[in-house]
């Protein structure tokens, strides 16, 4: 008997901090009809996944909220129950984006189908789908493990990071993950293979993290943020890379995270990368050509701030800790015959 009614799970209001029940609202609807070009379909599976948090608070973000009243958005794999569109039949199955609800219209363009026999659909929304997708680009080309590399990813259980361990370790690297239980690491360590994993709630994350990284770490898939990317930070070896991914342990705050807000690196696909003057020497006759002819023409303006004596050296140094020196400090030990 087919249903004539969707049910839809829409945002009543917007969470704060946690979100509760009470922020959601099931409602029913019509079932809607699909026009030309569109399909109908139910819902199979829905995904859930951490952005949700973002879409239903009302900051700004890299994608637009869902406004309260609104179905929340998701990941789906559905059945096609109508077919208006040439291509899709009655009985395929889909992977879409229809969200909280048990039917949905889309275009048929919007979906793809899925081929049952290939993989089990419910993979179409994790580790086949947008999670190890994430996983994969995340990992292979912003952290680029090299064999023999210590790749350390945080909520190494879940979608994103079971499958970025995992890639390490096809890719010669040691996976080292980070879980919030010992059930968690286990099952990190003795079923996907990991080479470690550290229990973050148990113990001290820095030392058992140390212990568990003796080479120090290459690479670090950050999911979390917080006090993770803080015992994390310190064992990052010469030229490491963070593919920052998410950082799940700020979506319910509710104050700003003391420490420097990532978020812009993340929503604005900011690249972090360290450098040392001194390995761009090989610069320096472009840089003297360049700067030196700016300054000459008067396109390159600066500022000095000179001190008059060895004695007020310290002094000077402190101020300038304290923010005191205005423009570029200097002692002038002794005369300058050439001013
Ligand atoms: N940039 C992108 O395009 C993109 C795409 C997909 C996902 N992501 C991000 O990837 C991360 C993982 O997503 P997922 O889908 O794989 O989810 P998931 O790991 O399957 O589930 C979330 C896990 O995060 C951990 N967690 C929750 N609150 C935490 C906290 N306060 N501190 C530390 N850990 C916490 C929990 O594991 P523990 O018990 O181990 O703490 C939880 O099981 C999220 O940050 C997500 O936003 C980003």
Redesign the pocket.
Known sequence: MPASVNRQIVLRRRPVGMPTPGDFELVESPLPAPKDGEILSRTIYLSL???MR?RISGARSYAQSVEPGQVIVGGTVGLVLESRCPGLARGDVVLGYAGWQSHAVAAGAAVRKLDPGVAPVSTALGVLG??GM?AYV?LLDIGQPKPGETVVV?????????AVGQIARIKGARAVG????QD?CNYVVGELGFDACVN??RGDLGVSLREACPGGIDVYFE??????LRAVMPLLNMNARIP?????????ATETVPGPNLRPL?FNRVLVKGFIVSDHLARLPDFLKDCGGWLREGRLKHREDIVVGLEKAPEAFIGLLEGKNFGKLLVRVGEDPTR
């Open positions: 996944d951490p952005y973002g947008m999670p994430t995340g945080s909520a190494a259980s879940g979608a994103v990071g079971s980070i879980a919030g239980s968690k973050y709630k999911n979390v943020g917080g006090d993770v920052l991914c998410g950082l799940i342990s700020e979506y319910n993340l």
